[in-house]
């Protein structure tokens, strides 16, 4: 917060990066996203954040650098909580196969016991013929399985990317716009301390941030009332 209320946007920013890159066991513990997120959400007795601060000194770049910090915590945190949801479906899905493919082997050894006491004992030669032959469906089946384990992995990739950003989205918009219109014991968020400050640039930056054509850096981000 000192860094951010005297409006020292280098030293806020290694303080920011080193939050971010820290281990587990610095920076307060939990996750790295959550420690990152923490730092920015911060707040003191009177409710006051970095953010408010920075707004209030009206020093644009410290403004700009927490919100950037948030947005990448978000998309952090948003990213993980899709790749652990994925991995569990994939466990279930992957249980669900070999139980499968347990029923099949079970089944196909049974017909085989069958047909191997009912059948008369082949020739030398006519049953190495059928081993052969036996052992080439096998490849070609095996050669089908992975062609087809391939072809499904294309759009599972896709589907997970696109619920990695529809995530990363929706995480943003909602930790940008809490941290935004957080209001301090005066009842102030971080666009009042903004204009309170006169400084225009900071003001620019609160009201695109907040405002409903968009944050105004031309990206097309729409941030909730």
Known sequence: MAAASGGHPHLLQLLLRSCSSSSSTGC?????????LAAVAAADVNGT??????????????????????????????????AVAA?????????????????QEVAGEHNSSR??????????????????????????????????VATAAAPAATAAATATAAATAVAQRQVLGELLRGRNA??????????LSCDVETIQVGVACLGEPGCGCGCGRVWPK
Do not use: F, I, M, W
């Open 87 to 103: 991995g569990e479906a994939g466990k279930e899905e992957a249980a669900e196969a070999e139980e499968r493919q347990a029923g």
């Open 115 to 148: 047909a191997s006491a009912s059948a008369p004992t082949p020739a030398p030669a006519a049953a190495a013929a059928a081993a052969y032959a036996e052992e080439g469906e096998s490849n070609a089946a095996s050669g089908t399985a992975s062609e087809a």
């Open 49 to 82: 954040t970095a953010l408010h601060y920075a707004a209030r000194r009206g020093c644009s770049k410290c403004v700009q650098l927490l919100l950037a910090a948030a947005e990448e915590a978000a998309a952090t945190a948003a990213a993980q909580a899709v």
């Open 186 to 195: 005066g009842g102030r968020d971080v666009l009042a301390e903004a204009r």
């Open 28 to 36: 307060g513990g939990g996750t790295q996203p959550s420690k990152l």
